[in-house]
């Protein structure tokens, strides 16, 4: 059974820092490219940073380059999103997504993220 479980979401000042988790199972997690989306209320999903299988190659949105940083722990089979600088404009559910050109496409529940300003 695939899973794909987000953590670490929560309430944070303007300015403050998270870290995301997502712990995945249940597929060859390495083989993957990984993805962090999120979307805000009234808002269309927004891809914000991804990281391709074996870590070599990471790509951002423009609003969140230079704050944010994926990394990945094949080991761990888990992806992380670490969330610096954050602003009210940052509050959204964030969504963890696994994909391959094969058409696997799988994706977390979502952790909700909160920036008070």
């Known amino acids: 059974q695939v899973q794909l479980v987000e953590s670490g979401g929560g309430l944070v000042q303007s300015g403050g820092s998270l870290r995301l988790s997502c712990a995945a199972s249940?597929?060859?997690?390495?083989?993957?490219?990984m993805y962090w989306y999120r979307q805000a209320p009234r808002q269309e999903r927004e891809l914000v940073a991804r990281?391709?299988?074996?870590?070599?190659?990471?790509g951002y949105s423009d609003s969140v380059a230079g704050r944010f940083t994926i990394s990945r722990d094949d080991g761990k089979n888990t992806v992380y999103l670490q969330m610096n600088s954050l602003k009210s404009e940052d509050t959204a559910v964030y969504y963890c997504?696994?994909?391959?050109?094969?058409?696997?496409?799988?994706w977390g529940q979502g952790t909700q993220v909160t920036v008070s300003s």
């Open positions: 997504n696994a994909w391959r050109n094969n058409g696997n496409d799988y």
């Open positions: 249940g597929f060859f997690f390495r083989i993957y490219d």
């Open positions: 990281i391709s299988s074996g870590g070599g190659s990471t």
